[in-house]
Each structure stands twice: as structure tokens, then as C-alpha cells.
């Protein structure tokens, strides 16, 4: 892959390593019972991008996001909190793909008083990354409107179980054809987030601009663009736009890994971002150490303030 994309400490190594407690046939999902939903939040002072942090839990704390406010007016610093990542799996008894939470995600979620709602009252949003995991089951090839519509319900009764605030699609490491599943195909993309929208319309879908199904957005006379809330780049420390129709207000051409992408060049996307009028700043890899100088350097130039971390 291009020396570009993200290197992650993979979620799916380790949900590998948990598929075998499973069931086959079954999904994270079962029994769900709905989360209360936080209270509501008035909206930020601040002007500016919507930021957007992602982390990885495997390594780090979500509760990390919350500890950011901005110098000027204490607004926080994040909008969006992305919990990465849960996985895409593939029953080979039933063929059907299922929803799976490795011990990490699982732990977040379970813990979703201390680790979810914090950040809710906060007002900042909470969404769910849905990664490939190497067993050929992606958001590109469900062989049916029924199965993708199945997988849909399975993401919407996530969110509501754990009363998250929507769901992030990224598909990559899917290994299409593996255990005899199919190639991508035109449809499978626009039937699953047609679905999930129907499902839960207030709700915030994201995608990371990567992968087959990234490029297969339109079937059938039906184009599901309008339907995202966001999609960003995903090659950290560069800019490019991504190539679905929407507004640049819900469009972020900027990605930059925190600690691993210079400041400099963080602080000349983010100058960027203001300078050609677009909506989001995606941030990747938020861990636990004091980060508000690599913060601050992209805060300055999106909302004219310094950033400030509270341990």
C-alpha cells in the first residue's frame, strides 16, 4: 500500500484473535437495549472547522479528547470523537457478514458512562469506525439488498444500544474474495448506507475516502453522497479533496496524524482548510500524553487561539 496511508496498530490483529469466542451467526448487537440519550448540550461558541479526532483504543482513552479546550473561551478543542475501531467479519457457516467488537472497542462500549458520555456532555459527538478485518467481508460486496440492509440494522441497533452519536465507514483490510466471498459490486454500498440512513436519520454517517467502496457511491438512478454527514482524506499530512458531492462545509481535504505529522505542516493544512473555505479538519491517533503544543499549532490557524490540555 502507499507509503502514505495511516500506519495503525490494527484493530483487526487483535479481532482476529477474539472471533473464535463468537458464535458463528450472531452480532455484537443481540438484545440491545437502548442507552438513555445525554442531555442536550448548547451548541459551541467557537467559529470555525469542525475538528475530528480519531483513537485508537486498542493503545488510548477516548476520554483523552475531552481534555482539550481552546485558550480563548474554553471551548473544546474536538467535535467529533471517533472510536477506532470495530470490524466487519464473516461467518462462513452462515455467509453472512457480521458486526464484531474486539476486547477494546468492547471495553469503550461497556463503558460507555465513563468513557462516552463525558464527552456527550461536553457536546462533543461520539461515532463508531466499521474497518475490514482480512475475512473478505466488506461494505462493498454483500451479494443482496437484503444482506446489506441486515448489516445496516446491525449498525443502527449499535448505536442506539450504546447511545452513540453514528457510525464511520472505512473500508479497508476487507481482502475481498477471501472465504469465497465476492468482488466489490455497483450496489452493495448504495443498499447498506441507504439503509443505515432510513434507520437512523439524525444521526452523523462519516467516510473515510479509501477503498472500493469509496468509489462505488451511485446504483440504480439512487446517489447516496447526500446522505454523509462528512467525508475526509485519508493520507495523513496532506490535503486532498475527497471526490463525492458535498458541500465543503462537510468536506475535509486536510488529515493529519497527531505527534506524527510536523507542525508545521498541520499549521499549513489548517491555513489551508480556513483559506479555501472548508468545513472539517480530520485528526488521527489522539493518545494520552500532553499534546497541546501539535494541537495548538493547527488551533491557531483554525480558531485563532492556542490549545490547552487539562489532565
Keep these: 500500500m502507499f507509503s502514505l496511508v495511516r500506519s495503525r496498530a490494527r484493530t483487526a490483529a487483535l479481532a482476529l484473535s477474539a472471533v473464535a469466542a463468537l458464535a458463528f451467526g450472531t452480532t455484537a ?4 437495549a437502548a442507552a438513555p440519550a445525554p ?7 467557537k467559529q470555525g472547522p469542525t475538528s475530528v479526532a480519531y483513537v485508537e483504543v486498542n493503545n488510548n482513552s477516548m476520554r483523552n479528547v475531552g ?6 473561551g474554553g471551548d473544546n478543542v474536538f467535535d467529533v470523537a471517533v472510536i477506532f475501531a470495530a470490524n466487519i467479519n464473516y461467518d462462513t457457516g452462515t455467509k453472512s457478514a457480521y458486526l464484531h467488537f474486539n476486547e477494546n472497542v468492547q471495553r469503550v462500549l461497556d463503558n460507555a458512562d465513563t468513557e462516552i458520555r463525558p464527552l456527550q456532555e461536553k457536546g462533543i459527538k461520539v461515532v463508531l ?3 475490514g478485518n482480512h475475512q473478505g467481508a466488506g461494505f462493498a460486496n454483500f451479494p443482496s439488498q437484503k444482506a446489506a440492509s441486515a448489516f445496516a440494522k446491525q449498525l443502527s441497533n449499535t448505536v442506539t444500544k450504546y447511545g452513540l452519536d453514528g ?4 473500508d479497508e483490510y476487507a481482502e475481498y474474495g477471501k472465504n469465497g466471498t465476492g468482488q466489490p459490486n455497483a450496489s452493495s454500498f448504495v443498499h447498506l448506507v441507504t439503509a443505515l440512513r432510513a434507520n437512523m436519520p439524525d ?6 475516502n479509501i477503498g472500493p467502496a ?11 453522497s447526500s446522505k454523509f454527514d462528512y467525508a475526509w482524506n485519508p493520507y495523513y499530512g496532506t490535503w486532498q479533496v475527497p471526490r463525492i458531492a458535498l458541500p ?3 468536506l475535509s481535504p486536510a488529515a493529519v496524524e497527531i505527534g506524527g505529522t510536523s507542525q508545521s505542516t498541520s499549521a499549513a493544512l489548517a491555513r489551508r482548510t480556513v483559506a479555501e473555505g472548508y468545513g472539517v479538519y480530520l485528526t488521527y491517533n489522539l493518545d494520552g500524553s500532553d499534546r497541546s503544543a501539535d494541537v495548538s499549532a493547527f488551533t491557531r490557524e483554525l480558531y485563532g487561539s492556542n490549545a490547552v490540555y487539562t489532565p
Excluded: E, H, Q, W
Excluded at 481534555?67 to 480563548?72: E, V
Design 29 to 32: 448487537t443481540t438484545g440491545a
Design 39 to 45: 442531555a442536550p448540550v448548547p451548541a459551541a461558541a
Design 67 to 72: 481534555k482539550y479546550t481552546l485558550a480563548n
Design 129 to 131: 469506525s466499521v474497518l
Design 167 to 170: 457510525i464511520d465507514f472505512d
Design 203 to 208: 444521526k452523523i454517517i462519516s467516510l473515510y
Design 214 to 224: 469509496a468509489s462505488r457511491l451511485s446504483y440504480g438512478g439512487v446517489d447516496i
Design 248 to 250: 465543503k462545509s462537510k
